[in-house]
């Protein structure tokens, strides 16, 4: 017979300690204009997915290649600028 285990120990591998931290949290919301730029980014070649690309479609990807590497260009110097603790570069 084998026995049942429950679910307790997947639902509790979760718990409060577990949320990300403050820095974390400002990470992300630093890098959420890159995140929303790769995304758009995606959302125009998925429609380009299933036909052969008309000029929109071109227009709509050349726009959104453009937005996701200025949000990664705006990031990197943005990050490049402040200062690291303790001297490190």
Request: aromatic residues 2%; proline residues 4%.
């Amino acid at each position: 017979m084998k026995t049942i285990v429950t679910v307790q120990d997947a639902v509790t591998a979760f718990a409060d300690f577990m949320e990300p931290t403050d820095a974390e949290l400002d990470a992300i919301e630093q890098e959420m204009p890159v995140i929303l730029a790769d995304v758009d980014l995606l959302d125009a070649q998925i429609i380009t997915l299933d036909r052969i690309p008309t000029e929109l479609d071109n227009r709509r990807l050349r726009r959104a290649r453009r937005r996701a590497l200025a949000a990664r260009v705006s990031l990197a110097n943005r990050t490049i600028n402040e200062t690291v603790p303790g001297g490190a570069a």
